[in-house]
């Protein structure tokens, strides 16, 4: 519903036809508005960096602010998942989650061009070992190669994909984001985004998790992350009508859209929850700079 609502509003703006199209990979979407092919798309951080970087047409159109309305608390997080039974082995004798068992395991991230499910986990990762003898020269390269530092890395192409590696039991461990998977699983224990929760598929997910009501796993650690952009090609678009969405979009008519941000109490999902005074902003490039630090 929001696919459609965001469409409508789309063509009422610009006067033109919107095509949806929904890729089975953020490498394909990033390619498509770079290639000037798409005249808009929804990214994570990282695939606007990434687009930015190639094509410099390529602008930030709007970010789903945080509750508070503004860009402040515009954040997300990104998690580090295991099997329920196996979330033992990453606890420390004080009863808190780590890492370091995190070598010789099968892991599953996004895509490399996810931030949730690939920058930032690699960022966190080489952090962190980078600081012991071992690993000392651990790059992100190797991270993203079976063999090197994990014994199998397997990429399930978006969020879901990888939850559905873990669950399947093929990855033993795997990133992925609290927000591509909250119209599928609900909190079966625990605090939300915060280590030793427990998720559980809910009954009647669609897919890829039709089959797998009832399933679950544990967050082993939660990182907050810049909320994802909506992003647009100005030499498609052109500045003035990226400029006249921005301001449609940012609209207090559009915040108040249920069928956009879906109230708490609703009993369908949708694509931005309703908690307090969520919206659309407008940012600058720079407010992705810590994103783009995490490479450096």
């Not at 014994?151 to 978006?158: A, D, K, P």
Request: proline share 4%; glycine share 6%; aromatic share 10%.
């Amino acid at each position: 519903d929001a696919r459609e609502e965001i469409g409508a509003i789309l063509e009422e703006t610009t006067g033109r036809e919107v095509e949806h199209e929904l890729t089975t990979d953020y490498a394909i979407a990033i390619e498509s508005i770079v290639n000037d092919n798409a005249d808009l798309a929804f990214t994570g951080a990282e695939g606007y960096i990434q687009a930015k970087e190639r094509n410099d047409n390529i602008v930030p159109l709007v970010v789903p602010s945080g509750p508070s309305g503004t860009e402040e608390d515009a954040l997300y997080y990104s998690w580090f998942a295991t099997a329920v039974e196996n979330m033992e082995q990453y606890e420390t004798d004080e009863g808190e989650y780590s890492i370091d068992e995190f070598p010789g395991s099968n892991f599953s991230f996004v895509s490399t061009s996810s931030t949730s499910g690939f920058r930032v986990p690699t960022s966190t990762i080489l952090n962190h070992f980078t600081e012991t003898e071992e690993y000392a020269d651990l790059e992100e390269a190797d991270l993203a190669e079976s063999g090197r530092f994990f014994e199998q890395v397997m990429f399930g192409n978006t969020h879901q994909g990888s939850a559905v590696n873990l669950i399947n039991d093929r990855a033993d461990v795997a990133a992925f984001c609290d927000t591509c998977l909250e119209n599928y699983v609900e909190l079966a224990e625990g605090e939300e985004n915060t280590p030793g929760a427990i998720y559980e598929v809910s009954e009647g997910a669609a897919d890829p998790f039709s089959n797998l009501a009832g399933e679950q796993f544990g967050i082993i650690s939660a990182t907050p992350v810049l909320n994802a952009p909506f992003i647009a090609n100005e030499s498609t678009l052109g500045a003035d009508v990226v400029a006249e969405l921005q301001e449609v979009f940012a609209s207090d008519e559009v915040a108040n859209n249920e069928k956009i941000f879906v109230p708490e109490d609703a009993e369908e999902g949708g694509l931005f929850s309703k908690t307090a005074d969520e919206r659309f902003v407008v940012v600058e490039d720079e407010w992705f700079d810590p994103i783009r630090e995490l490479s450096n």
